[in-house]
Structure formats: C-alpha cells, structure tokens
C-alpha cells in the first residue's frame, strides 16, 4: 500500500487560532482524505510549536506560568480540529519529551558532521517573526527598523552557535533545478531558488536571552532557535530518531502545508538541516496565500480577525470549506467576503447540487416507492453521460494529485450542470406517462451520476456527503475512487430525502 504523509505548519500559540490557521488544517485534511480515498495509508499531522521569546513574553503579558499558558493555549488548537470536520493523526506539541528528545538527536546530528559551530551573533532580529534578517532587507520608518514583513526590528549581539548555511547554498540549488515540482506553487519555486541563489550566510541556531526554549546538548546556557525545534516536529511524529522503524521509512519524506510567509524556514533552512542529518528534504512544499477580510488586511489592531466558530456557525461547516477552496485557486491570495460566501454557496451547493438531490430522490420517493430499480439499459444519451462521468473524474485526479483543488471543484460543479441538464432533458416525469421503462433508466443513471459526484466531492464536504450517503444507503467506509465506473447491480430502497444545502439569505 503506497501512503501519503502530509503536515500542517505548528501553530505558534501566542494568541489563539484564526481563519488562516482554519484555512491551513482544513487544506490538509481534504488532501489527506482524498488519498484515503485512492486507498493509501495515510498519515496527516498538525500541533502546536510551544517556544520561543515571544511565547515568553505572552505568558509574561497574562501573569502566568509559561508552561500554564501553553497549555491553555495549545488546547484552543486541538479543540478546533473536530470543530473543522478534520481527521488528523497526531497532535504534536514540541513541549512533549519526545520532541525534545528528537530535537536534540537532530542537533547532535548535524554538529557530530561538522555543521554547527560556536561564535557571536550580531544583527537584526525580530521577536514576533521570530526570524533574523540581512541588512539589505530591513526598512527604515522614523529611526525605527522592520522587516519585510512589518515586524520591529532589533539589534541583537550574543553568543551564538550557527550552522553552516552558506555550505549548502550549491546543493540546494542542484536539489531544486533537479527536483522543479518540490516547491508549489510555481511563483515560490522561483521565488526561494532566487533567494538561494542571492547567496546564503551562516545561520544563528541558539540564543541566550532567554531560557524558554529546548536546551542545547551539552551547553544548556543556549537553547535552540525556535525553527530548528519547530521543523524537528515532522520527524518527532514519525518516531525520529528511530529511522528504522516501519513508520519513518513509510512515511519520509512528507508534504507540508503552509503559509506563505514561513516558507524560506522550511524551503531553505529545513532540507539544509535534514542533508545535513544525512535525511532526504522533504517531497513537497506547498505554500498558500493569505486572505483578506472584505477587502482589508486581517489584523487584530483593525478589529477584523475571522473567529472560525463564528463564521462555521453562521454559514455552516461545509459550506465554509467549500467556499475557502472554491472561491481562489489554491496558492493565491483571497478575499473573505460575506457577500461571495452567500453568492458562492446558493448558486453551487443550494441550487446546482442540493436541488439535484432534492428533485431526483423525492421523486423517486413519490413516484417508485422509494425504489431505485438500477435499470441501465442505456441509450447514447445515457451513455454519453456515464463517458462525461469518467472524464470528469479523471479530470478530477489529476487536479488533486497536483494539489489543485479549486480547479477539481469546478470540473465536479461543471459536470453537475450537465447532470441537471440531462435530467430536464429526459423529462422523467413525462416518462412516467409514456414510457415507465425507460423513467427507471434516466432515474437509476441519474441517481448513479449523482453518487458519484458526490464521492468526488467527499473530500471537501465530508458531513454533508454523508447526509447523500444516508439517502441511498451507502456506507461511507465501502467508499472509494478504485470503484468509481462500478454500477450498481440490484434495487436500493432509499430513505426519504431532504433539503442538504438550505439557501442563505443574502441582504441588499
């Protein structure tokens, strides 16, 4: 059995979860669940990166304990997942002893081959990005210093051990023009191979400013940078140190998830470090964008940072996984409108698939007894339907495979429409005047057309492709893409249907 790693970011927990960490843990999960669906083994990780100077500060902010604040704050994270209609398989948090245990095995590594050494750090860093910056990339504002990113900047001058970064400027060029899909989308492939390729110095990997962090082997006067810790947890999860176990060889190396604004960490420090172990980097980096809110930049100083459970409760569950991977293509920036979320999920879930269902199964209700006969003596015209089924789907592998899920998405609702076009075509409730025989035929291939759509679509809308499930009587654990063009071979007694997608009414 092929299997399929893939990991969100930790989520530092400094303040508790947001849209954009939401938008990360559900991207995941779709992908993790469609290759379940492909029949492979699979592994999805997501935690909670727990050190730092600026988890420090925010404990410090709160009057309590640090390891009292990440406990509270780590739990915010874990609770939110079944909340998101995610399935994961660990939850990691780099404040366990296995993660300590690992992180510091990592280190050894890297130092026992000659890659880490002591001397004194002097330049700019910033806290909040917790990240050090070249001077060419700092911005002057009224004698105050930022990074690109708007964070404060300060000087910083300490002992430091660093690793040996610029050593590996030419294998990661070779690595990455040898391997060009290992970065997604294609505009951050360019854009790190560009940043490698402007030359890589030293890296600063410890600090003493401060004690909250996991110590450095045999000098606890250091703890580690808080990246090396935080990356370390994708080996954490899978057994590291230990790469002879079953889990680590079938599930290294892994996908990561993450923002765009993380992803020199883990596209040029983290496959430096894993070569340096004598690990390969990982098979895929894929970083998003980052969503507005009606137009205007999320931040907390605005007032107009999205509380997941307030916008699932309002909209609902799938409707807002839906809407997050349909309305941008998967990479871009978007926009996080009420307005576009109303607009989005009437026209493609309430009238274009709910109403499918709807219509097909209440008629069968009403007018068959609630029996589909799965009569498939076909005519071109159900044949051509069936043929553009199996395009669609094979459309629809390719798509996911390549991690394009708002484009997957629209060949299904493409192919919807085309459904409820043979269905007016047909006119089953003209059939059953004239020709019962063949109303059975148009009632079975659309009923077929419709499971399968719908089994396209679990991935997405997981809870409400189960409601379909319950109507014909499928088990959700019989479901996968291997048997896609099987028909069904005998009669299904469905159960009454109703209203899957309620409209949303939308104000002027």
């Keep these: 059995m092929s299997s399929f790693f893939i990991t969100t970011p930790i989520y530092y927990v400094n303040d508790k979860p947001h849209i954009g960490t939401s938008y990360t843990t ?12 492909k029949g492979e083994d699979i592994f999805f990780l997501t935690g909670t990166d727990e050190h730092g100077q600026k988890v420090e500060k ?3 902010n709160e009057s309590i304990k640090t390891i009292s604040f990440v406990d509270k704050m780590s739990q915010y994270f874990k609770d939110l997942i079944p909340f998101l209609g995610c399935e994961i398989n660990d939850f990691i948090r780099t404040t366990e002893k296995r993660h300590i245990t690992a992180s510091q095995h990592l280190w050894n590594k890297i130092f026992e081959n000659n890659q880490i050494y002591l001397s004194n750090y002097e330049g700019w860093y910033s806290v909040r990005d917790e990240a050090f910056y070249t001077e060419s990339e700092i911005i002057k ?18 002992e430091s051990y660093f690793f040996k970064l610029s050593e590996w400027q030419d294998r990661l060029i070779e690595y990455y023009e040898n391997n060009p899909t290992a970065i997604s989308p294609k505009s951050r492939y360019n854009e790190v191979l560009s940043f490698i390729k402007g030359g890589l110095k030293d890296l600063s990997i410890s600090r003493t400013t401060f004690n909250w962090g996991i110590p450095v082997p045999n000098n606890a006067k250091h703890v ?8 370390c947890n994708y080996l954490t999860a899978i057994e590291y140190p230990d790469t002879n176990s079953a889990k680590f060889k079938k599930f290294w190396p892994g996908i990561h998830i993450i923002g765009k604004d993380i992803l020199r960490f883990h596209a040029v420090y983290w496959p430096a470090f894993l070569m340096a172990a004598d690990l390969d980097p990982p098979k895929n980096i894929f970083a998003h964008g980052w969503w ?16 997941p459970y307030d916008i699932i409760n309002e909209y609902g ?22 307005k576009s979320i109303s607009q989005r999920v009437n026209a493609d879930l309430s009238n274009n698939y709910g109403n499918l269902i709807q219509r097909i199964f209440s008629f069968v209700k009403k007018n068959c007894d609630s029996v589909i006969s799965n009569n498939f003596t076909l005519n071109k015209e159900d ?3 069936l043929n553009e089924s199996i395009i669609c789907y094979q459309k629809y592998i390719n798509h996911m495979d390549n991690m394009n899920i708002d484009k997957a998405l629209k060949e299904v609702f493409q192919f919807l429409s085309e459904i409820n076009i043979y269905v007016d075509k047909q006119e089953p409730w ?5 020709d019962k025989k063949r109303m059975n035929v148009v009632l079975s291939v659309s009923a077929e057309l419709i499971k399968r759509s719908t089994i396209l679509l679990y991935p997405i809308i997981p809870s409400s492709c189960e409601k379909v499930f319950s109507i014909i009587k499928i088990d959700k654990t019989n479901i996968n893409l291997n048997d896609f063009e099987k028909l069904p071979n005998q009669k299904i007694l469905i159960n009454d249907p109703f209203p899957i997608f309620p409209r949303i009414e939308i104000d002027d």
Aim: hydrophobic share 40%; with cysteine.
């Design 383 to 385: 044949e051509k339907i």
């Design 317 to 338: 569950l799938d409707q807002i996984r839906y809407f997050l991977f349909r309305e941008v293509p998967f990479g871009n920036d978007g926009d996080f409108s009420k």
């Design 430 to 434: 003209s059939l059953k005047k004239t």
């Design 141 to 158: 504002k009224n004698n105050n210093f930022f990074a690109p990113s708007g964070s404060p900047v300060e000087w910083v001058k300490e």
């Design 26 to 37: 559900i991207a995941c999960d779709i992908l993790a669940r469609y290759h379940k669906l």
């Design 58 to 60: 925010a404990a410090i």
């Design 292 to 307: 507005t809110n009606e137009g205007q930049k999320i931040s907390k100083s605005l007032g107009n940072v999205i509380d």
């Design 224 to 231: 580690m940078y808080v990246w090396i810790d935080a990356l």
